[in-house]
């Protein structure tokens, strides 16, 4: 089973900061947070990783709480070409390759 | 660089058949992992193998196995096809599998099994 939560669905205005949340109340201590999106049929792609600091990039920020029971994905200034849906995983160093996917949340930006 | 190569894109079987499908990882990634996804079930992992050996392996029957070969190139298989088989099969590459290493995946296969 997943070891996260996302909500399934979630809007944005294209050019304003879309944050999506994530639950996983159930990470240990060498438990690495990833994000991934997936665009429509195509591969997932890797977004940004973080185990206990806040994490930016590129592409996104990601805002992981003290207790590190959840984290927040926030893509900045949202474009028509951020809808995906986006995966939240955690992922331990022993982890041999095996991601485990929720559903994810869909998120759809609307101009 | 070259990303995660995955062939063919497409495929159409019957079922009964056999198919492989191939990935040749990012150049000096040594494990490669390989997922199934459909509408229903969503992405599932099957199996990741690390120098030649797996060393991971999800809930799949024996109809799916898998090998890599000594440059890092890897191959899975489907025996006895099944209308159920046909999904969108992923693969990722990482310089090693574990935390902080991040995976790339390729735009993966799309099997429909008729």
């Known amino acids: 089973d997943a070891k996260t939560t996302q909500p399934t669905s979630m809007d944005c205005a294209e050019g304003r900061a879309a944050n999506l949340p994530c639950n996983h109340s159930?990470?240990?201590?060498?438990?690495?947070v990833y994000w991934y999106r997936q665009i429509h049929s195509q591969g997932p792609q890797y977004i940004i990783h973080g185990l206990k600091n806040n994490e930016t990039n590129e592409m996104a920020s990601l805002i992981i709480t003290e207790d590190r029971k959840s984290s927040t994905l926030i893509l900045p200034h949202a474009t028509l070409r951020d809808t995906a849906v986006y995966y939240c995983?955690?992922?331990?160093?022993?982890?041999?390759?095996?991601?485990?996917f929720g559903q994810g949340t869909t998120l759809q930006v609307k101009p | 660089k070259a990303g995660v190569t995955q062939t063919p894109r497409y495929l159409i079987k019957t079922r009964g058949q056999q198919v492989t499908l191939s990935c040749s990882p990012i150049s000096g990634h040594r494990s490669v992992s390989w997922y199934q996804q459909t509408p229903g079930q969503g992405l599932q992992f099957l199996f990741e193998?690390?120098?030649?050996?797996?060393?991971n392996k999800g809930n799949f029957p024996g109809r799916f196995s898998g090998r890599q070969f000594s440059n890092s190139r890897s191959e899975m298989n489907v025996s006895t096809l099944e209308l159920g088989d046909s999904a969108l099969y992923l693969c990722a590459s990482s310089l090693r599998a574990g935390a902080n290493y991040g995976y790339t995946f390729g735009s993966g296969t799309r099997l429909t099994v008729v």
């Open positions: 193998y690390f120098s030649e050996t797996q060393r």
């Open positions: 995983i955690v992922e331990g160093s022993s982890n041999t390759g095996k991601l485990i």
């Open positions: 159930t990470i240990s201590g060498n438990e690495y």
